[in-house]
């Protein structure tokens, strides 16, 4: 009956007036993303392979001398160490305190919980160039809060210079960094144990298991593939750390915080003579190594999945 | 009876006793932005002489005064809410479009689309920046806050779309396939059903897009660098600390201008905040 009703070419013009809409609905992703995003990423490759000084000046194309170069500059490759320092200390300090911070906070038993998740939190959504602009002010070796507190607790008599000597800035950066985002892994690790049913607790406890041995036989080992998504998220925020860094010290003293970020953008946005094609290659390299890291991501997952699956 | 209660006192004595080191380390926690709201509230004099006192003698408004109106403060505020605003209005409606008919419909180039999303889910900002100012330069959007609106609105959100993809696939076939008998056509279904139906992942989205575009500082600070006054919060803060190295009660009534409306939000809409940034684990 419904044949009869709609002629069979009815439905052509459907799916042709469908497949419009459909290209219509995608276009301002296509636009917007296809300029801002996709462009911009295979540009890179493409300006790398130039020497172009500055956005006024036409690029003239000089091969792949920009990565001989790059690779050739202790300075990169101490701005590549830094990066890696940076999330080598900062990641493991903030997945597992938040870790075990969650716990406690996750037990209904815990009073105020709502309250100090909330004030844990709070950094999370400030704007993190400002934070850092205060924190210059906060670490000040005269006057700022800190050098007083410590002064006052006899502790450092003559103040320390956090941010000012080579020794401590890329320690209190990370200090920095950890208090920032310690809310949202907090978060992360708190929906994780959501996940975990409140009959299983209540069977374990009826089967006589004390506090510590739920928690090492059942929450940790549901944990697990949690673990391994919050690391890697953990992982890819603690690469992009520029605004933190650029508002804080600048790179500085000595080029002692100057992350890889900030080193792509000293050439190509805070020289004199800036080196754009230059800069680009430095990207390029940063962009392949957190490609490395996206695919590690990939074969991480599918690791646990198929643990899962065995298990 | 007494002894009963008496008992679940001494068991509940641990907990009390975590909770009050954990008060005490929330509060250390939060003492920077304490510290900051009350230095705002000081003269020049008793930030440096009373630095750890959290009350000052006499509330100095004249620093918001001088942040709002001698700093531009009021100003890189407006320009902050004008470029959140629309960067969010933006993003959710071609986030909601895109989402929507890549999971509804099956037409020639899906896995492509879906393809690239996926593999510029993690894109991080210094490595396309370069590229960026170069075309918006191009394109003379460079310097302008629509410029700065389109790019950021370009920029990632892929997330947001998979959330919506995700949304999307799990509405039932015949909610739509009753709408088209009665001769709803296709934007009647996204704009009439569709769309009401994503409430929930509108919220979420909003508040990241929200979140990320009001605490944006790189590509605000490139697109201002010749156009002081079309600077946001963020680079207006430190373009403030870089001419005035010493006003500290002017540089913390500034960074509480600016970050008070994020802290706000936060408090009133909560859950979308944690929700929304839970959702990232869950799915």
Known sequence: ??????????????????????????????????????????????????????????????????????????????????????????????????????????????????????ALFLPVVTTTAIVGVVMQFVFDPASGPVNLALRELGLAPD??????????????????????????????????????????????????????NTLRYITMPLLKPFLVIITLLSIEASLQVFDLVLTMTGGGPFYSTEVIEVYIYRWAFAATIPRLGYASAAAVLFGLFICLVGLLQLLAIRATRRARGAA | MTRTTWRGTLRRLPWWLAAAALAIGCLIWIYPFLWMVAASLKTSAEVFTKGLDLLPADPAWENYERAWGEAQFG?????????????????????????????????????????????????????????????????????????MILAMSGAAHVAAILLYVGYFRGIPKELTESALIDGAGFTTVFFRIMLPLAKPVTATVTVLTFLSTWNAFFLPLVFTFSRPDLRTVSVGMLAFVGENTTDWSGMAAAATISLLPVVALFIALQRYFVEGIAGAVKS
Request: charged residues 10%; hydrophobic residues 55%.
């Open chain 1, 1 to 118: 009956m419904t044949v009869a009703l709609s002629p069979p070419g009815a439905r052509r013009p459907r799916a042709a007036r469908n497949t419009l809409f459909v290209w219509l609905f995608l276009t301002p992703t296509v636009l917007l993303y296809g300029a801002f995003t996709v462009y911009p990423i295979v540009g890179s490759y493409v300006y790398s392979l130039t020497d172009w000084n500055g956005f006024d000046a036409s690029p003239s194309f000089i091969g792949v001398a920009n990565y001989r170069e790059v690779l050739a500059d202790p300075m990169f490759w101490s701005s590549f160490r830094l990066t890696l320092t940076f999330m080598v200390v900062a990641v493991p300090i903030q997945v597992l305190a938040t870790l075990l911070l969650a716990i406690v906070l996750n037990s209904p038993r815990m009073p105020l919980r709502k309250l100090f998740r909330t």
């Open chain 1, 159 to 212: 103040g320390v210079d956090f941010l000012g000597q080579s020794s401590t800035a890329l320690g209190t950066a990370i200090g920095v960094y950890v208090w920032k985002w310690f809310g949202i892994t907090l978060v992360y690790w708190l929906a994780a144990l959501q996940t975990v049913p409140s009959e299983v607790y209540e069977a374990a406890r009826l089967d006589g298991a004390g506090a510590l």
């Open chain 2, 75 to 147: 100003k890189y505020l407006l320009n902050t809410v004008i470029v959140t605003v629309a960067t969010v209005v933006v993003v959710v409606v071609r986030c909601a479009m895109a989402g929507y008919v890549i999971a509804r419909h099956d037409f020639r180039g899906r896995r492509i689309v879906m393809g690239v999303l996926v593999a510029t889910l993690f894109v991080p900002a210094g490595y396309t920046i370069i590229p960026l100012v170069d075309l918006a330069q191009r394109l003379g959007m460079l310097n302008s806050l629509t410029g």
